[in-house]
């Protein structure tokens, strides 16, 4: 019974509907939190990017780089996905990277210190420094289609009006509002994580923020990145996370197995983020049999 159950779990992982299945789940992932109905016009391309890396089994760490570093056109590149569901925002980019790939919600001390986990207001703006130099700009193709194309602004700037964008136009850093003077410019902040402390100087150019982050993130040491996919597809498969939200997770939250997620997460990292090789394992359990 063990060989023939571990047959077809081989069987199901090399059908390209795992793929098309699991690539569905993400897209819902990303598109989630959309800021606006235009992000639906890259979902086509994020949805058969999602499902070819998932099928050719491409490490879970590669595909979420390709998303924090991503350019091009939405309509052809999906690793865009995540900066056209935010429309290029950077803070808004910053909360849902942390959401998607560490499971940690610190987007929730965006105006002042997490209420519930140790996240302060500060290290939330400290992580959307990395961000500020994504430029989404609208390019027409023909006179009734329009694409959007995702680009590094590294160009010197005018400040503007701070009221009026998420971000001073083209700013070269991200500043941390000041909520009794909205009017004002801000605190400008130098790009840290607040993981680990680990920091880029100002100045720094987009794609090396953005592939300094992404390398941060990724890290197999960073344990939170390997838990926040052990728990989504734990939580997928069997009907409950470790972690309740599924995407709420992190020092200061209550894991019902720790033991299991820690075989889970470290077996996961030890393989190089072997997606495939995850889904095996768990579907190998009593506790997904049962």
Not at 174 to 203: A, I, N, R, W
Not at 227 to 244: D, I, P
Request: proline share 6%; hydrophobic share 35%; glycine share 6%.
């Amino acid at each position: 019974a063990t060989e023939k159950r571990d047959k077809t779990i081989v069987q199901m992982l090399a059908d390209p509907r795992f793929g098309e299945n699991w690539g569905r789940y993400w897209r819902d992932v990303i598109m989630y939190r959309k800021q606006e109905d235009r992000a639906l016009i890259a979902q086509p391309a994020l949805t058969e990017y999602l499902t070819e890396q998932l099928n050719k089994n491409t490490p879970w760490d590669e595909i979420a780089r390709s998303f924090m570093t991503a350019t091009g056109d939405v309509k052809e590149n999906g690793a865009t996905g995540i900066i056209m569901a935010q429309n290029g925002m950077t803070s808004d980019i910053a909360s849902e990277v942390s959401r998607i790939f560490l499971g940690v919600q610190i987007q929730c001390a965006n105006c002042h210190d997490h209420k519930t986990d140790r996240w302060k207001r500060n290290q939330f703006h400290q992580l959307a420094a990395f961000f500020p130099r994504i430029s989404l700009r609208q390019q027409m193709e023909t006179d009734e289609k329009r694409t959007f194309v995702v680009a590094s602004n590294d160009r010197p700037f005018k400040p503007v009006n701070p009221k009026l964008a998420d971000k001073p136009i083209g700013s070269p850093e991200h500043y941390m509002p000041d909520l009794k003077h909205p009017e004002s410019e801000g605190t400008k902040m130098q790009p840290v994580f607040f993981l680990t402390g680990q920091s880029l100087p100002f100045g720094t150019p987009d794609m090396q923020r953005r592939e300094t982050i992404a390398k941060w993130i990724t890290d197999p040491r960073d344990e939170w990145f390997a838990k926040a996919f052990v728990n989504r597809v734990w939580g997928e498969l069997v009907g409950e996370g470790f972690y309740n939200p599924i995407d709420d997770i992190g020092p200061d939250r209550t894991c019902t197995a720790p033991k299991t997620m820690d075989i889970l997460a470290h077996e996961f990292v030890d393989s190089g983020f072997d997606i495939k090789r995850l889904y095996h394992i768990i579907a190998n359990t009593d506790a997904y049999q049962r």
